[in-house]
């Protein structure tokens, strides 16, 4: 169920990343095409909700949070500036209920990202009383001492070089070599997936009233493409794109180089057990609703994976997969200079808060504490 599971959710993630005629057939095609063809300002909204987790997942303490999971991302896009902002929403309805919304700042131009602390002092969802929880109530406290942070942001950039450790020398790539690399890898991998959609009987495609076009995909379906599309990582072309976009990522070139065969055959050994498991079904309901110019305007995936390898008692899982894009994007204002903290600032803050939050609750018990230890030394 795992390998199912990554698998076809990989597949489908890769189908809205591609995403982002007269018959039926034709006109999903065409829809899906355009989309190699990115506007110069866009907002899209991609949704993941989980709607049945098998039992054995269920009984998984680690895994019943995902129970009731739904997922809602939103990317405004705006490639003349190169800027842009993305708002995550996060719900469970299982083990933890999380009710939480972050956003990300993004200037591409000037290779920054930013957090607006705006997000922690809002208190529409529930993070700060799971914070709290986990803090005994500091959090709430470091809010109430520190107001001021409500208007600061804080820029992660200097954040990720000290996750990838900047000591390591830094892959020289530009914007625009990594904006071509993308689109590059994005129409190969278009081509692919229209190519497969165009191979298939054209009574498979449906056409309702109101315009929207359905197909249904089926495990030998997704196998074919899934071999289709990793055919295209022997491509050397193919290769170097990627090399340019996860290298700008941090990844060093000898890391790439290093791991990308046997990552590449892991995924086709990982196609090979879907195919070669009996005892899996596997249904993608697609369905498309086409734009203005054959764009995409929206489309919805259910997607459901069934193991009936106990025929009693088979397994379900079930997900559905959303996406809206727009040919606008309204972009919020961007933080000036006096606007942002470093990470460093922020943990400064963090820190005193804490010290003084414990003073307040213990008074001069730690410090006499430490001192009689002294003493009996």
Known sequence: ???????????????????????????FTKS????????????????????????????????????????????????????????IAVKTAGLVNLDATVDLLVDSK??????????????????????????????????????????????????????????????????????????DLS????????????????DRFKEGDDGELTVKLTKTDITKLANQLVKLADDKDVKADLKVIVTAQGVSEKDFDEQYTSSVESVKEAIKDVEDEKDAKITID?????????????????????????????????????????????LPKFPTKSD???TTELQKIIEEATSSYYDSLYGDSLTDTDTDADTVQ
Not at 6 to 24: D, E, Q, R, Y
């Open 1 to 27: 169920m795992k390998k199912l599971t990554l698998l076809v959710l990989t597949l489908v993630m890769g189908l809205v990343l591609v995403a982002c005629g007269s018959t039926p057939q034709e006109k």
């Open 286 to 330: 697609a369905t498309i609703k086409p734009g203005k110019d054959d764009t995409i305007d929206s489309m919805n995936m259910k997607v459901k994976i069934t193991d009936t390898q106990d025929k009693e008692n088979p397994e379900t899982m079930a997900f559905t997969i959303t996406m809206k894009t727009t040919d606008s994007a309204k």
């Open 187 to 202: 129409k190969k991998v278009t081509k692919t997936v229209t190519d497969y959609f165009n191979s298939l009987p054209e």
């Open 340 to 342: 942002v903290i470093s």
């Open 32 to 87: 899906v095409e355009k989309t190699s063809e990115p506007a110069d300002q866009s907002t899209t909204t991609i949704g993941f909700k989980i709607d049945e987790l098998p039992a054995t997942l269920k009984a998984q303490q680690s895994a019943a949070m995902l129970e009731g999971l739904s997922v809602k991302m939103t990317v405004a896009n705006d490639q003349k500036a190169q800027k842009s902002a993305t708002t």
């Open 110 to 183: 000037a290779e920054k990202v930013y957090f607006p602390l705006s997000d922690l002092y809002d208190d529409k969802g529930n993070l700060t009383t799971l914070l709290d929880q986990v803090t005994s109530g500091m959090f709430s406290q470091i809010k109430k001492d520190n107001p001021d942070l409500a208007t600061k942001y804080v820029e992660l950039s200097d954040l990720a070089k000290d996750l990838t450790d900047e000591k390591v020398k830094k892959e020289a790539t530009n914007t625009k070599e990594v904006e071509k690399a993308t689109k």
